[in-house]
């Protein structure tokens, strides 16, 4: 009996001090501060093991919300600048992780000062912290107020700098961001100041064909710009442009192409530079052999610009296959976008002064 009230009561050794590296999360309301308190220690060891468990809870909303409700994102900007790589590189994971949910994103264009330090981050030596600077702003870009907060904190000049020198890969990310940010007004202008156009189009020589893609796709979002039609057809774009419609290159790039060119033919010296036979036949062999419907919605809008130009007109004329195949587009009760610019296309080529 007493043996088994000692073993019951036996007296056991005080617990060993749990290391302060080890990352041991609160519970309730305590959870996301204590972690982000952890986030500012001046041990680099515990917070690097604390920015982990950060980018882990980060698949969690709630954690995001928390966190950045903690102040989070100021912290997380300021350790851009660390001179530790770990730091940075995690660091900059959970702010690109944060910018994908709505109180993150929040948080982070609450204060001006955040998002300009997270733009330093392009100049980083790390090629993976540079990749999650890109991700985050280009997360960040997705809506109105981060566009205007971006062009604000100076993003157009910078990212059309990373693209002079960045590595391929990442700069199929600067261009998403940038086609996104010259959608607001003072970014178009920025973007125009810094020779996007010029660059756009060196970037259509590469043989990356995502690089080629989202440079194409840039230029045509520049192009409802008459500045940048002008330099885009001084640039020799419409030779580039014409070739990517060609059957080698894939769907996405001829779309890009194709809407890039519907740009640029809204002006008079874009249609004098796609009168040849060639051009016309390739235009007319796209529209009846490809059956994707953004492609074709694209070439029947080029038609409709380029027809208004006499000689344009003629070939189109002459062309039986296409126009019986744009009548037959312009009657189908399948799809009414397609209609609408199917008979558009129609009445600018039968047009008579």
Known sequence: MNGVVLESHNVQGNPED??????????????????????????????????????????????????????????????????DFSTRERATRALAMAAQ??????????????????????KDPSEAVRANVYNCLLSI???????????????VFNFVDALLRDNDHLKVKILQTLCNIVTVPQG???????????ICITLMGSKNEKLQEEATRTLATLCFSETAKEEALEGGAIVVLTEFLQKKYPHTLKVAAAMAIMAITST???????????????????????????????????????????????LFLEDSPLIKFMEK?????????????????????????
């Open 18 to 83: 749990i290391p302060e590296t080890k990352i041991v999360g609160a519970y309730g309301l305590r959870r996301c501060p204590k972690l982000v308190e952890q986030v500012c220690s001046d041990n680099v060891d515990v917070r690097v093991s604390a920015l982990a468990v950060v980018c882990d809870e980060f698949t969690n909303p709630y954690s995001i919300q928390g966190c950045m409700k903690a102040g989070l994102a100021t912290t997380l900007a300021k350790m851009i600048s660390d001179p």
């Open 101 to 122: 949910d709505a109180n993150g994103v929040s948080a982070i264009l609450e204060k001006h000062v955040v998002l300009v330090e997270i733009l330093n981050g392009i």
């Open 141 to 155: 870009s997705s809506s109105q107020a981060g566009r205007e907060a971006s062009v604000v904190a100076g993003i």
């Open 188 to 198: 178009l202008e920025e973007a125009l100041g810094a020779e996007a156009v010029k």
């Open 268 to 314: 008079t010296a874009g249609r004098i530079q796609m009168h040849s036979p060639e051009a016309v036949r390739l235009l007319s062999a796209i529209l009846q052999e490809e059956h994707h419907r953004a492609l074709r919605l694209n070439i029947l809008k080029v038609i409709t610009n380029i027809a208004v130009y006499p000689p344009i007109r003629q």
């Open 329 to 353: 587009l312009s009657t189908s009760e399948d799809d009414k976008l397609l209609v609408k610019h199917a008979t558009l296309a129609l009445e600018a080529v039968h047009w008579k002064p």
